[in-house]
């Protein structure tokens, strides 16, 4: 599976921004797609994730409410649309798959397949 994210930029705090994620290659019959970041000086983390379906999503607590995962079958591709953005979600974003899921999870080790990242910068 490749994945390819794109979408990020600039942007001041309180706008918006739309992550695209791009999957390719091998398919499954089930699977669960996931977005983490990684801000400057810290660990990657979970940020939010859609079973292929869109059956079930889930999300980090600091970005609820602002932030909606949502993805298109036809498409192959998984967006993240971001509002009300803040300086803290200042990150490099990337998407990954869980080809084996048994629920939606935040644990990193179970991503299967990553993306090169793509860099989001909110300015305050």
């Known amino acids: 599976v490749q994945l390819q994210a794109f979408g990020g930029g600039l942007v001041q705090a309180g706008g918006s921004l739309r992550l695209s994620c791009a999957a390719s290659?091998?398919?499954?019959?089930?699977?669960?797609i996931g977005w983490f970041r990684q801000a400057p000086g810290k660990e990657r983390e979970f940020v939010a994730a859609?079973?292929?379906?869109?059956?079930?999503?889930y999300y980090a607590d600091s970005v609820k409410g602002r932030f909606t995962i949502s993805r298109s079958n036809a498409k192959n591709t998984v967006y993240l649309q971001m509002n009300s953005l803040k300086p803290e979600d200042t990150a490099v974003y990337y998407c990954?798959?869980?080809?084996?899921?048994?629920?939606?999870?935040?644990?990193?080790?179970?991503?299967?397949?990553w993306g090169q990242g793509t860099k989001v910068t909110v300015s305050s």
């Open positions: 990954a798959v869980d080809g084996d899921p048994v629920k939606i999870t935040t644990v990193q080790d179970m991503y299967d397949y």
């Open positions: 290659g091998r398919t499954f019959s089930r699977y669960v």
């Open positions: 859609t079973t292929w379906s869109g059956g079930s999503t």
